[in-house]
């Protein structure tokens, strides 16, 4: 199984973003997606995640109303739309997949099976 994030940069505050993650080798639709970010000297926090296939979604509450989790089972793939970025929005972001995730457990980091590389995100004037 391989994960690929990508998608991020250097931004202001106020801009949008679309992170996009890539998967393959699994089968895509059985899957939970999720992203997850960590900022420097911070633990990994959730930030949203699409369960199994799409049926459910749910977001921080630190990012609901400026996030949007996205996929596409099709194409194996998840983008996170990033809007109104905040310098607290600043980390690195991962996805990641979970194949017997059960739905209490979907924003917990320790339910994941296989992450990507990260992509780097800094919101700053």
């Known amino acids: 199984v391989q994960l690929q994030a990508s998608g991020g940069g250097l931004v202001q505050p106020g801009d949008s973003l679309t992170l996009s993650c890539a998967a393959s080798g699994l089968t895509f639709r059985s899957y939970t997606i999720g992203w997850f970010r960590q900022a420097p000297g911070k633990e990994r926090e959730f930030v949203a995640t699409?369960?199994?296939?799409?049926?459910?979604?749910s977001y921080a509450d630190s990012v609901k109303g400026r996030f949007a989790i996205s996929r596409d089972n099709s194409k194996n793939t998840v983008n996170l739309q990033m809007n109104s970025l905040k310098p607290e929005d600043t980390a690195v972001y991962y996805c990641?997949?979970?194949?017997?995730?059960?739905?209490?457990?979907?924003?917990?980091?320790?339910?994941?099976?296989?992450w990507g590389q990260g992509t780097q995100v800094t919101v700053s004037s």
């Open positions: 699409s369960f199994r296939g799409g049926s459910s979604i």
């Open positions: 990641a997949a979970g194949r017997s995730i059960i739905f209490s457990s979907m924003r917990n980091d320790q339910a994941y099976d296989y």
